[in-house]
């Protein structure tokens, strides 16, 4: 976004940009030749010497601002006067030069000490009659770079754009600005390995890669005289390519530094429960014909080993559910071993096979954990060979465990089945195309005033008084269960006063961001494992009212103006949005308000727990701002 400048006076100020950048360039390239044809090392010392100078005046005065006059036309005039009487004095040295008419060594001296006060006196006025307008002030950018890379792709697309139209005013250009395109577009491939990392010299060099690509854009569409663009596209370069250096740098450290890690692995065994997602301790509601559906799945059936999915958004219920079929009498009945695993965002391969060892043998992992990975793999296969087994996977993401671990569930057809939870469709079938799937459903505003009460006041009754108010703030909470056990936890430490409760119901999302923090990480596992290139798409949300149903294509309008959505061969950008919407909805982020009598999605929304997490990181990143 750039703020243009208001014209108070009738006069053409890119003329006056233009005279004042030729004036510079054109010393700029002066002092160049001079640096080259000269011999004398005085007279080559002392030009570089001013070269430098020069340099700092060409960046002091060519920013990319935009000029805004502020004086009198008569004022602007007389400096556009100065200005080209600068220019054909420097004019006389370039044709000197060219024509191999080059002065005494004295008298070059002598000439250019004195073009560096014109320079001075000259940029002061510049600076009297004008003022700079800010192209975006610093603390207005997005502050955390992994929020903000696709602008990378965007400027891309334009720089692209310019090559495959060959436009005139880029004429004598086309070169550099297909090398600025190769280097971004390596730069862009660079960064986006280490998006993922927190820590504090990887976000550095993500911001960095943000704004060198902002300065691109800005050079770009603002449609610069070529004397600029020959300027500016070597500087731009050189900027991406010592960044590109840096990540490559980084990334060498930390490959280095993971190997040091694998190696020390052995002499400890980090378990990962304290990575799963956390059961919504000892109170269950709802779920009941769900349970019953996928009990049935797991004892009858067929006799080849069959997996089973429960997804549905992050909070839903999923792991509560997991847990109560894995130890619901019918099913440890059922089956002659059973295991429960939690894989969460991060796992490691070794860990999980300690988890269904120590399960199956019913050992504690101490003693187990000091085997190797195939001993490990061996004893789980071995275990498993010939019998009935269940094993449950909890918060799987992707399908690169199922990859490392199906070679060590046999099927022996015994009714074995593998029971997993996920917040991501997609990978239900990418798992089995014959997965059986299962998507756990939001609860009912009476199981959500059932659970509430249960939470806040557990064996005692609700008072009367409170029934009404109660039930309001149940209803707020649409369906969701993890929204209903955080607000529990705020009412169940304050008063049981109806105009307290009210006003909890009258502020619920405020009371959610505020007291929910370990619930909103829950959440954010979510968005931190969605790739780059939805995650703006995701946080956009909050710009959004609560409970607002969103046509799908005025979102996809919405994107696409942005800047958001990435440019794919034989794809419209609307396409490949609709395609980014879809993939927000199969992981249980984006909810399906209305579709259309062909099936398709008419109109979407987002939970209020999700747009108040939404809001949060775009706020803090600087990535969008509400204004009421």
Request: charged fraction near 25%; proline fraction near 3%.
């Amino acid at each position: 976004m750039h703020l243009q400048p208001t014209k108070n006076i009738v006069i053409d100020i890119q003329d006056v940009v233009n005279e004042v950048g030729n004036l510079f360039y054109s010393l700029f390239f002066t002092f160049v030749v001079f640096s080259v044809t000269r011999k004398e090392a005085t007279t080559i010392a002392f030009t570089r010497l001013n070269l430098t100078d020069i340099e700092d005046v060409v960046n002091d005065v060519l920013e990319d601002r935009p000029l805004q006059i502020t004086t009198e036309e008569e004022e602007i005039e007389k400096a556009v006067v100065a200005i080209n009487a600068l220019v054909h004095e420097i004019g006389s040295f370039i044709v000197f030069t060219k024509n191999d008419q080059v002065p005494e060594s004295g008298t070059v001296d002598l000439a250019l000490s004195g073009l560096l006060p014109k320079f001075e006196l000259l940029k002061s006025k510049i600076k009297e009659h004008c003022i700079t307008v800010s192209k975006m002030p610093i603390d207005m950018a997005p502050k955390t770079g992994v929020v903000s890379l696709f602008i990378v792709d965007s400027v891309l697309v334009d720089l692209m754009d310019l090559i495959n139209n060959k436009s005139d005013w880029i004429l004598g250009q086309n070169d550099q600005i297909v090398m600025l395109h190769e280097e971004l577009f390596l730069l862009g491939s660079s960064v986006t390995s280490i998006a993922v990392q927190q820590e504090a010299e990887q976000q550095e060099l993500i911001i960095k890669t943000r704004d060198v690509a902002f300065e691109v854009e800005y050079v770009i569409n603002s449609f610069p005289p070529v004397w600029y663009l020959a300027l500016r596209l070597p500087q731009l370069i050189e900027k991406i390519q010592l960044i590109t250096m840096a990540i490559k740098e980084m990334k060498n450290d930390i490959d280095v530094a993971g190997l040091r890690e694998v190696a020390k692995y052995p002499d400890e065994h980090l378990s990962l429960q304290s990575e799963e997602t956390p059961i919504l301790e000892d109170v269950i509601v709802g779920f009941k014909d769900v349970a019953l559906q996928i009990a049935e799945q797991l004892v009858r059936g067929k006799e080849q080993l069959q997996i089973i999915s429960i997804s549905g958004m992050p909070g839903v219920g999923k792991t509560t559910l997991a847990n109560k079929l894995y130890n619901d009498p019918s099913v440890v009945y059922h089956f002659y071993k059973r295991a429960l695993c939690v894989v969460s965002q991060t796992y490691n391969k070794k860990n999980i096979l300690i988890d269904i060892l120590s399960c199956i043998k019913n050992v504690k992992q101490e003693p187990i954990a000091i085997k190797d990975e195939e001993s490990l793999a061996e004893g789980v296969y071995k275990s498993l060979k010939g019998r009935r087994y269940l094993i449950v996977v909890d918060d799987i993401w992707d399908t690169k465990l199922w990859d490392d671990l199906k070679r060590f569930f046999p099927d022996d057809g015994t009714g074995s089945r593998i029971l997993f939870t996920t917040r991501n469709k997609e990978v239900c079938l990418k798992v089995s195309p014959y997965c059986v799937m299962n998507t756990l459903p939001f609860l009912s505003e009476v199981e959500c005033w059932d659970l509430l009460q249960k939470k806040v006041f557990r064996d005692k009754s609700c008072p009367q008084e409170l029934l009404d108010v109660g039930k309001k703030i149940a209803k707020k909470c649409h369906g969701l269960p993890l929204a209903v056990v955080a607000i529990a936890g705020v009412l169940a430490n304050m008063e049981n006063k109806e105009y307290l409760w009210q006003e909890v119901a009258r502020n619920l999302s405020s009371h959610l961001s505020k007291n929910s923090d370990y619930y909103i990480q829950i959440l954010e596992l979510s968005y931190n494992h969605l790739p780059m290139h939805l995650k703006p798409c995701f946080l956009y949300f909050g710009a959004f009212k609560e409970d607002e149903e969103i046509h799908i294509q005025k979102l996809i309008s919405l994107w696409v103006a942005e800047g958001y959505i990435k440019k794919e061969e034989q794809k419209s950008l609307e396409d490949v949005a609709l395609e980014y919407a879809m993939k927000l909805i199969d992981r249980s982020l984006v909810l399906v308000a209305e579709k259309r009598f062909d099936g398709s999605v008419k109109t979407i929304k987002i939970h209020d727990l999700l747009r108040e997490m939404c809001l949060r990181i775009a706020e803090e990143n600087k990535f969008l701002k509400i204004v009421n």
